[in-house]
Nanobody, 122 residues
Framework: QAQLVESGGGLVQAGGSLRLSCAASGFTFYSNFCMKWFRQAPGKEREGVITLNWRGDTHYDDAMKGRFTASKDNAKDTIYLDMQNLKPEDTAMYYC???????????????RGQGTQVTVSS
């Protein structure tokens, strides 16, 4: 079954860093794929965090600017989310998604992961 598998989440203190990984399982990333990280905090809607398009350009919410970075390794069929200076409000389940085109909605992406939990303590 083609899917994405996230890993790297955990508990970290405020100001700390984490690297999340998202690996393709059952399919291969194409170099022109659009990748996107989402997150969902308890009681809140799922929101887009950062988009990495096929050219390698990144687009992200201002709240993450300068703190979050996305990258990909096509040879490993893996994308990464590097998070620095984490804040308690970054606590959420983080998900990755991929498709031939960039989508706004999580539900419109062809390939989606199950999520990895990030908890930031104050």
């Amino acid at each position: 079954q083609a899917q994405l598998v996230e890993s790297g989440g955990g508990l970290v203190q405020a100001g700390g860093s984490l690297r999340l990984s998202c690996a393709a399982s059952g399919f291969t990333f194409y170099s022109n794929f659009c990748m996107k990280w989402f997150r969902q905090a308890p009681g809140k809607e799922r929101e887009g965090v950062i988009t990495l398009n096929w050219r390698g350009d990144t687009h992200y919410d201002d709240a993450m600017k300068g703190r979050f970075t996305a990258s990909k390794d096509n040879a490993k069929d893996t994308i990464y989310l590097d998070m620095q200076n984490l804040k308690p409000e970054d606590t959420a389940m983080y998900y990755c998604a991929a498709d031939s085109y960039c989508r706004n909605s999580w539900y419109d992406f062809r390939f989606r992961g199950q999520g990895t939990q990030v908890t930031v303590s104050s």
